[in-house]
């Protein structure tokens, strides 16, 4: 008697689980998994996702978004678990791709991750962006030729004049300085600034670049035009104090160290002080 009243039991724990479920349709659960992620609730998320896939277990949309959520949360090894299973059920779906070679990175496997990112690449979704990703773990790794062959080709399957574009010039730039050669990375500055006309850093980049080039001209004006920008910019205005000086033009030199010891610096700030001047 004990045993029937028992399985009576579970059977209604089951129908009560099973009704749970089924109270919203697939569609309904993802709408509401959606809403906790945005949120922030990334567990609840999580648990809706899993019943849609409840419902619609090749429901890869749900594998991809909760492997989003496991992602967020660091939990690499659960999200690697969903982008595979969104690709097994989805062999096409490229952004599945491109996420695990994104969590690889992270896990601090980047070899794994560039070998999903190649796999991304056969299929025409967003290039530019797995070029971009490839540059920056060539960066890391410090393989200059291939970061800037990555970004190189990023720039390939990209739009002029919006904002991906000046980063992807700008981190170019970079690259090309890196490389020691300070006129191509003059030429990559310009097409950054081309794209984004307003932006610091890429004229502090520049006057970097210039810098190695001997340059002193362009180096005071590009630092000049960086402060334009972005009058607390304490770095650009120490560099323009050393430009300066070596310009031979002592004057302006202690003005932009003074303005950089202003803004916080503390180089500009030890060198005033030894000089015994104020700021």
Known sequence: MKKLVCSILLILMMTCVLSATEQFTAEEWHNKAMA???????????????????????NYGAYFNMGIAYET????????ECYL???????????AYINLGKTYNEDGDPDTALTWYKKALTYKYDRTLIYWNMAVIYSKKGDTAKEIECYLNALEYT?????RTGTIYNNLGLAY???????????????????QPDVADAYYNMATAYDET?????????????????????????NLAIAYHEKGDPTKSTQCFQQAARLGDSDAQSILTDQGIDW
Do not use: M, R, W
């Open 177 to 195: 300085l890196d490389a020691g050669l300070p006129l191509k990375a003059i030429a990559a500055f310009k097409q950054a600034l081309v794209a």
């Open 73 to 80: 949360q660091a939990n690499f090894s659960k999200a690697k």
């Open 214 to 238: 001997g340059d002193l001209d362009n180096v005071i004006l590009c630092y000049e035009k960086a402060i334009k920008i972005y009058p607390s910019y304490s770095a650009a205005y120490y």
């Open 159 to 163: 739009e002029k004049g919006i904002h």
């Open 36 to 58: 906790a992620k945005e949120s922030g609730d990334l567990e609840l998320a999580i648990s809706y996702y899993k019943n849609v896939i409840k419902i619609e277990p090749a």
């Open 85 to 95: 299973k969104t690709i097994e059920i989805d062999p096409g779906y490229a952004p």
